[in-house]
């Protein structure tokens, strides 16, 4: 088996003359925890989407654990081991909790529900509808949606978004629990940094559509470009 649980390989994608992602290279250990940072508009969510299949790579190529995945569609990498979240919650209010796991456990092989209404504590609240849910929960559910079937690899869109900062330390914890005892491999897009730096082994910087930098997040916040593109004076 391959290092790397997920690979992108010279990620091209472009919007008319805009490059959006131009010719991006990253790799993630397994059970490592990634951040992914930049401005906005630095081709962060578009490398989400792209190395998910919601968005063609016109360039490169998408490994998942050692496998091409460029020509799979998003539901065949699912059913591969790989799973996603939204900037926006992607889950349906007239629905309960537990009925939104069952509908997504339609998707995979092996999904153990209860377990994971356990470990997003949601268990207390699986008979409600989600609309009657506090938002923090809401995010709590839709990580667990994304956690059905325990994907090899995560690809987190700003969980956090919208979240308390106590709310966002927590469900950092969770995660970096899960990818201890669970071994998934996460990639996060996140623009909380104390989130970022608090749980991920490396990130990754990227401006413009291009990889910036690489590094443990200390040498990410001494790096004078980092900082001049992004950080700021404050990092």
């Given at each position: 088996m391959s290092a790397y649980a997920i690979e992108g390989v010279g990620l091209?994608?472009?919007f008319g003359g805009f490059a959006a992602l131009d010719g991006v290279d990253i790799a993630v250990k397994q059970g490592e925890i990634r951040g992914l940072i930049g401005p906005n508009g630095a081709g962060k969510s578009t490398l989400i989407d792209v190395l998910s299949g919601r968005a063609p790579n016109r360039g490169g190529k998408v490994l998942l654990n050692g496998e091409d995945i460029?020509?799979?569609?998003?539901?065949e990498?699912?059913?591969?081991?790989?799973?996603?979240?939204?900037?926006?919650?992607?889950i349906f209010p007239e629905l309960t909790v537990e009925q939104q796991l069952r509908v997504a456990s339609w998707a995979?092989?092996?999904?153990?529900?209860?377990?994971?209404?356990?470990?997003?504590?949601?268990?207390?609240?699986?008979?409600?509808?989600?609309?009657e849910i506090s938002y923090g929960d809401q995010r709590h559910l839709d990580l667990a949606l994304a956690l059905v079937g325990r994907p090899t690899?995560?690809?987190?869109?700003?969980?956090a978004a919208g979240?308390?900062?106590?709310?966002?330390?927590?469900?950092a914890r969770i995660l970096r629990d899960l990818a201890n005892r669970w071994h998934v491999t996460v990639l996060l897009v996140e623009h909380d940094m104390q989130v970022v730096f608090s749980i991920c082994d490396r990130v990754t910087v990227l401006h413009l559509g291009r990889?910036?930098?690489?590094?443990?997040?200390?040498?990410?916040?001494?790096?004078?470009?980092?900082?001049a593109a992004y950080l700021g004076t404050e990092a």
């Open positions: 091209t994608r472009r460029s020509d799979l569609t998003p539901q990498r699912r059913r591969r081991g790989m799973a996603r979240s939204f900037q926006r919650t992607n995979v092989a092996g999904a153990d529900i209860d377990e994971v209404m356990d470990e997003l504590h949601l268990t207390a609240m699986a008979d409600v509808v989600a609309a690899v995560l690809l987190l869109d700003e969980p979240l308390t900062m106590e709310e966002s330390l927590s469900l990889s910036l930098s690489e590094g443990t997040c200390d040498e990410i916040r001494a790096d004078p470009t980092v900082v």
